[in-house]
């Protein structure tokens, strides 16, 4: 993830001296996205700050709203549920009127997700769901079946097993029907769930 950080900074560069503030921004978000993963924090934040800044004062909003998407992501990351909530919220009121399905899609489950860490699920739920319709449009299904997965087991923890059975069978469907890679994620869910239920045997059996 360095070696990814130190090639985006220098496409960044690059795009700079020939004048794509388009490019360099979305370089620059990258690097911070790398940064995210390998879990440097701080170096991450100051990327993304850089991307947004240089998306901004271009109006260039592609790349802004990658750059706010990774920034939810950090925030999520790092246990900031409200600096993630009011990224992902801005993003949606604004730049993502650019954004195709899949982006849009990210951004309402980022939303979703801090609103959940944040102990206001039933805000939640609907915007869960629309997170699920644009994802399902932009055709990315596994994708798709771990959101279902999470879903159910934000229902599991909310101690509402009917809602959550049908979430989990919806992902496990998807699963199957498209021989996606969101299989364990589907399975260890269904199995707290079971777990939950009292059926110990077949929570054994799917962990």
Known sequence: YQDAR????AA????MRVGSARDAAMNWSNAGFASVVAMQYRTALEDLSRARRTAEAAGEMVPLIYTLSNLAGLYLQMGAPEDALHISQEALAGPAGHANAGMRGIL?????QALTMLGR??????????SLAQIMDAGDLDAAARWWAGFGSYYIDAGRYEDAERALSEALRLVRTHHLKAAASVLSNLAKLRGKQGDSATAEHLF
């Open 6 to 9: 130190e090639a985006f900074w």
């Open 12 to 15: 960044a560069a690059g795009a």
């Open 108 to 112: 309402f489950n980022q939303e979703a």
């Open 121 to 130: 699920f039933p805000e939640a739920e609907p915007i869960f769901r629309q």
